[in-house]
């Protein structure tokens, strides 16, 4: 299956951004998909997982601000950032985490003011 990130851009400290993960194909049966992202001159991380039953898993530097969802109908995936900060800067690529999927285009994501 084929991933396509969308839904960044400029967004002021303390703002909100949704970004969406729309899939070529059904994502109902793939177990693990997830968030990642990679900030200038840093290595890439992820930042949220979630399984097909809805269990979710965060890096601690987003615990409380940022929610993935996935919405199997729809074949897309979700990563809602609330209360950004400007080191949440970064190219977002959403990925399937198991079984292994590659890497796509990402999405950038530039908070400030």
């Known amino acids: 299956v084929q991933l396509q990130a969308s839904g960044g851009g400029l967004v002021q400290p303390g703002g909100s951004l949704t970004l969406s993960c729309a899939a070529s194909g059904s994502i109902s049966s793939i177990p693990i998909m997830g968030w990642y992202r990679q900030a200038p001159g840093k290595e890439r991380e992820m930042v949220a997982i979630?399984?097909?039953?809805?269990?979710?898993g965060y890096v601690d530097s987003v615990k409380g601000r940022f929610t993935i969802s996935r919405d199997n109908a729809k074949n897309t995936f979700y990563l809602q950032m609330n209360v950004v900060k400007p080191e949440d800067t970064a190219v977002y690529y959403c990925?399937?985490?198991?079984?292994?999927?590659?890497w796509g285009l990402g999405t950038l994501v530039t908070v400030s003011s």
């Open positions: 990925k399937v985490v198991f079984p292994p999927g590659p």
């Open positions: 979630i399984s097909n039953m809805g269990s979710t």
